[in-house]
């Protein structure tokens, strides 16, 4: 069983669509993210949830809306996509609200929008 | 803000050779923890090996050990008996212990080539 998933692993859509990206997580962590790594590869976090509440909300446009509907899933919805969204977007996990551990990722959502 | 610095872009080595990744941050925590995360072509982040700070003695995963120096902010990851399957993009990360609620700050990467 794979411990973090995210669905779809690559989307192509074009400029202006919205789109969604699912994440879950069967190790019974609390606490999920969503970190964007760029076309540099350097990787920045968007989102934090800690028990279905947002807990860290970066800089990010409007347009991204995750929600938790549950402790064991954050998706990440975009609307109105723009070319700079093209990115690898990854989910991860850890637990108790604190990475002291380290994250355990998903395997990346390559998105491209043309 | 916390900030975490690779300065090698890219670094190559033979097989079978000894490699080191430098990496540098910055904090005024005392409590914290640092980690290196391997990214093969394949994308997925792997979890090579982790150091809390305010353990002295440097952490070692088999092949793979940590330069620890607190003092000077500095967290390299040493590779011995480099294998190709180590060819990856290698980051730096840091957490704070206290009140990050869970970020973790990473470096830009480095790109580690393996020559057979």
């Known amino acids: 069983d794979t411990a973090v998933s995210q669905t779809p692993k690559y989307l192509v859509t074009q400029m202006g669509n919205d789109k969604s990206i699912k994440c879950e997580q069967n190790?019974?962590?609390?606490?999920m993210y969503w970190y964007k790594q760029d076309s540099k590869k350097f990787l920045k976090i968007m989102f934090s949830y800690n028990n279905k509440e947002l807990i860290i909300n970066e800089t990010v446009p409007n347009r991204f809306s995750p929600k938790s509907p549950d402790k064991a899933h954050l998706n990440l919805h975009i609307n109105s996509l723009e070319l700079g969204d093209s990115a690898v977007y990854f989910c991860?996990?850890?637990?108790?609200?604190?990475?002291?551990?380290?994250?355990?990722f998903g395997s990346g959502t390559r998105l491209t929008v043309v | 803000a916390q900030t975490v610095t690779q300065s090698q872009p890219e670094m190559s080595v033979q097989e079978a050779e000894t490699v080191t990744l430098s990496c540098t941050y910055d904090?005024?925590?005392?409590?914290?923890?640092l980690f290196w995360y391997k990214q093969p072509p394949s994308r997925q982040m792997i979890l090579v090996i982790r150091?809390?700070?305010?353990?002295?003695q440097n952490a070692t995963e088999n092949r793979f050990s940590v330069n620890f120096q607190k003092a000077a902010k500095s967290f390299s990851l040493k590779i011995s008996d480099s294998q190709l399957g180590d060819a990856a993009m290698y980051f730096c990360?840091?957490?704070?212990?206290?009140?990050?609620?869970?970020?973790?700050?990473f470096g830009q990467g480095t790109i580690l080539t393996v020559h057979p």
């Open positions: 904090t005024s925590e005392s409590d914290y923890y």
């Open positions: 991860a996990s850890s637990q108790g609200g604190r990475a002291n551990y380290g994250y355990t």
């Open positions: 190790l019974g962590h609390d606490t």
């Open positions: 990360a840091y957490t704070s212990g206290g009140t990050s609620y869970g970020k973790l700050t």
């Open positions: 150091q809390e700070a305010y353990k002295q």
